[in-house]
């Protein structure tokens, strides 16, 4: 079946500007992660969907970053008034219900900011 | 001090060499752990869940040590296409949803 898909796979764009991200999960799959991986760094958490639970947001790194999960399925991270050290591969996992830890993830977006 | 630490590597062996990665984790509260594998330039894909007891896949063993707080994978007759980075993963505590990954350990396995 269909893996995690995301969607630009490389965005370029100037410091300042604001940039989406979309996610689109596993079909049935009720939890998201959203991620980020710097070079030479592990992954870094920034939020977590769970079906129509209140979204944690405790990684994101600023309020400059913001997600949205509409209708339980598709997701976008959005940066706003990017920076330099925005950038990164930003990954996003789907997993099912009842099996968390196996977490199916997406190619990742990767985003550099000039 | 890092909730998950793996020695970075790279670890070089030649084919067939088996090979071994540390992982320490340093919340006692943390329940669930796994070894992930993630290809240069790629996501990363889960490899196995670590138990208690240890489980074995193939080539492939994970260990765990409570009581030093630290899991292992042990790979036998190591292939070519066991070069990637090996992840650990631990939950940040029990029934949470939220894992520390860490920065991984590098594997190349040299013709």
């Known amino acids: 079946g269909a893996g995690v898909s995301q969607s630009p796979s490389n965005k370029v764009t100037e410091k300042g500007k604001d940039v989406e991200l979309r996610c689109d999960p596993i079909?049935?799959?009720?939890?998201l992660y959203w991620y980020r991986q710097s070079l030479g760094q592990g992954l870094e958490f920034l939020i977590y969907?769970?079906?129509?639970?209140?979204?944690?947001k405790s990684g994101l790194p600023s309020d400059r970053f913001s997600a949205e999960r509409t209708g339980g399925s598709v997701s976008t991270l959005t940066i706003q008034r990017t920076q330099q050290e925005d950038s990164a591969v930003y990954l996003c996992?789907?997993?099912?219900?009842?099996?968390?830890?196996?977490?199916?993830f997406g190619p990742g977006t990767r985003l550099t900011v000039t | 001090r890092k909730e998950v630490e793996q020695d970075p590597g790279p670890f070089n062996v030649p084919e067939g060499a088996t090979v071994a990665f540390n992982c320490t984790y340093s919340?006692?509260?943390?329940?669930?752990f796994f070894w992930y594998r993630q290809d240069c330039r790629k996501e990363p894909k889960l490899l196995m869940s670590v138990y208690s007891s240890g489980n074995e896949d193939g080539r492939f063993t994970a260990q765990l040590n409570r009581a030093s707080q630290y899991i292992s994978l042990l790979i036998r007759d190591s292939k070519l296409s066991d070069s990637a980075t090996y992840l650990c993963v631990v939950n940040k505590a029990s029934g949470t949803y939220k894992y520390i990954f860490g920065t991984g350990t590098r594997l190349k396995v040299l013709a």
């Open positions: 919340n006692s509260a943390s329940q669930s």
């Open positions: 079909s049935g799959h009720t939890a």
């Open positions: 969907f769970q079906g129509n639970s209140a979204p944690d």
């Open positions: 996992a789907s997993s099912h219900p009842g099996r968390a830890y196996e977490q199916y």
